[in-house]
């Protein structure tokens, strides 16, 4: 009969507890909403408004799709839609 041999991964998913990975997540996802709340911050201070101002005042189109505002608008929107996802992930957990 063919010995069974686990895999490091495995080794370690058995070494830790449910408690201790639970921790690490929310751990995460505080540090994602503290990140994306820095990104946040420096594009309001950048544009001036914030980030739904800057998308119904259609910036973008108003500085002539260039690389730069390009780019910052999908940061921006990444780190707006990061903070409400992290968020919500945390609701999971009855922590917010």
């Given at each position: 009969?063919?010995?069974?041999?686990?895999?490091?991964?495995?080794?370690?998913?058995?070494?830790?507890s449910?408690?201790?990975?639970?921790?690490?997540?929310?751990?995460?996802?505080?540090?994602?909403?503290i990140?994306?709340?820095?990104?946040?911050?420096?594009m309001?201070?950048?544009?001036?408004?914030?980030?739904?101002?800057?998308?119904?005042?259609n910036?973008?189109?108003?500085?002539?799709?260039?690389?730069?505002?390009?780019?910052?608008?999908?940061?921006?929107?990444?780190?707006?839609?990061g903070v409400r996802?992290?968020?919500?992930?945390?609701?999971?957990?009855?922590?917010?």
């Amino acid at each position: 009969m063919a010995a069974i041999h686990k895999t490091v991964a495995e080794e370690i998913i058995e070494t830790v507890s449910i408690n201790e990975i639970k921790e690490a997540l929310i751990n995460e996802y505080r540090r994602r909403i503290i990140r994306y709340r820095m990104v946040n911050e420096g594009m309001k201070k950048k544009y001036g408004m914030t980030f739904e101002d800057f998308e119904s005042k259609n910036i973008v189109k108003e500085q002539s799709f260039s690389w730069n505002v390009e780019s910052d608008d999908m940061e921006w929107e990444h780190a707006v839609e990061g903070v409400r996802y992290a968020e919500q992930k945390l609701e999971g957990f009855h922590l917010t």
